[in-house]
């Protein structure tokens, strides 16, 4: 078994890891202090404990770096030489809602503390305070950052189901319309091909439009599969067999300037899959992948075995183990950047002008593969290319 050494844990849009988030931006820390010298000292062990930290030392900095940083945590002291810290808290809420503010000052009271958990301050430390006592605070902080963007996730996904689910019965009701309307075409076309042989330039005509009718049939069939979950019967499919079919049909399809090529293992085994949304999220793939090299490229298409075990990093992200066969997209385009990436799986997300691209391509890609029993996982860098890995369950039985 061929297995795969040089695929990244790469799995993204899953329910354990938000989005690919870097831990180094949950835990940036802005400090706001008049004192330099405590602002560097405080800046410096925080440092040491993993956090990155941004110091300023009057409300305008403080303001201009909460805009430029976008901190998760602020510590800001009470008494500043310019303003007032609750009143920069109260700023700063108004300015970024999230922000969790941790109030810090020599001179405490019971007026202070209400005032500031008042303009929305989370918690109020004492100079001076043990670091244990200020990591422990800091790690509450972060933990509830954490719930606040899970939450946020969650509501987002429902909101994109519900869309989803909403599109899928405009889109199915549409469909069997338009079955309706074609189901009179193609009957009447079908006579008028009995009735034109003798005609050659009619029955040619007659051909080409019984085409078109077979175009309209395929897309009112990839209308009906989106939203649904349920992808109609599935199949034991031989990729070695049905990769290099779809490759001839690429050739005519894609630009003449990408380069398309096919590199297949040896002994690949089956997968079972709905044949049809296998060929669609492929070729999503394809024109994603051609849309990204509009000067030309070189696109390649690979499959090999991979035998996941437990201890393997895909597993932590979801993706159980055993044995899989991925197909993998690779392509030399303009790539994308992270924050791009992160956001790549979300159903009508698209950086593509207005009238270019619905944003439902990778989406529905990624639904094909959940519903598949395995996952997508992208691996992109701007001007390096994208490479998505379609990591398909073996098929329980085997062809012969």
């Known amino acids: 078994m061929t297995d795969l050494t040089d695929l990244h844990s790469d799995l993204v849009g899953d329910d354990v890891i938000p989005h690919g988030t870097d831990p180094a931006e949950r835990k940036r820390v802005l400090i706001v202090d008049d004192d330099e010298d405590f602002a560097a000292s405080l800046a410096g062990l925080l440092e040491l404990e993993g956090y990155q930290t941004i110091t300023a030392h009057d409300p305008p900095t403080a303001q201009s ?4 940083c976008q901190p998760a945590v602020a510590l800001v002291d009470v008494r500043l030489g310019i303003g007032n810290g609750v009143e920069l808290v109260r700023a700063f809420r108004q300015q970024s809602p999230d922000l969790i503010c941790l109030m810090v000052t020599a001179y405490a009271s019971v007026e202070t503390a209400v005032e500031a958990l008042q303009a929305g301050a989370y918690d109020y430390l004492c100079k001076p ?12 902080c972060f933990e509830r950052t954490r719930l606040m963007e ?13 869309r989803i689910e909403a599109m899928g019965q405009l889109t199915g009701g549409i469909a069997h319309d338009f079955n309706n309307i074609l189901a009179v075409l193609l009957a009447n076309l079908r006579w008028l091909q009995e009735h034109v042989q003798a005609e050659p330039h009619l029955a040619e005509m007659v051909d080409d439009a019984l085409e078109a009718v077979k175009a309209g049939t395929d897309l009112t069939s990839r209308l009906l599969n989106f939203g649904r979950r349920e992808g109609g019967d599935t199949v034991c499919i031989r990729l070695d067999e049905a990769l290099p079919d779809l490759i001839r049909v690429l050739r005519r399809t894609l630009d003449g300037k990408i380069d398309l090529s096919l590199q297949l293992a040896d002994g690949l085994h089956a997968v079972e899959v709905h044949p049809a949304q296998l060929e669609t999220s492929l070729l999503n793939l394809a024109l994603n992948a051609r849309d990204a ?11 090999c075995n991979l035998a996941l075990r437990p201890d393997d990093a895909r597993v932590a992200s979801g993706l159980p183990p055993g044995q899989y066969v991925v197909i993998s997209v690779i392509d030399t385009g303009h790539g994308m950047p992270a924050a791009v990436q992160r956001r790549a799986l979300e159903p009508l997300f698209s950086t593509k002008p207005a009238g270019k691209g619905s944003g439902l391509g990778l989406s529905m890609v990624d639904g094909f593969a959940r519903q598949s029993g395995g996952r997508l996982g992208i691996s992109s860098k701007p001007d390096e290319g994208t490479r998505i890995n379609l990591y398909l369950p073996r098929a329980p039985q085997s062809l012969t």
Do not use: C
């Not at 899970?150 to 519900?162: F, P, Y």
């Open 129 to 140: 305070f043990h670091s244990a006592d200020l990591l422990a605070t800091l790690e509450r």
């Open 150 to 162: 899970e939450k946020r996730l969650a509501a987002e996904r429902l909101g994109q189901m519900q």
């Open 293 to 303: 090299m509009p000067d030309g490229g070189t696109l390649r298409f690979e499959a």
């Open 65 to 68: 770096a909460l805009a430029s």
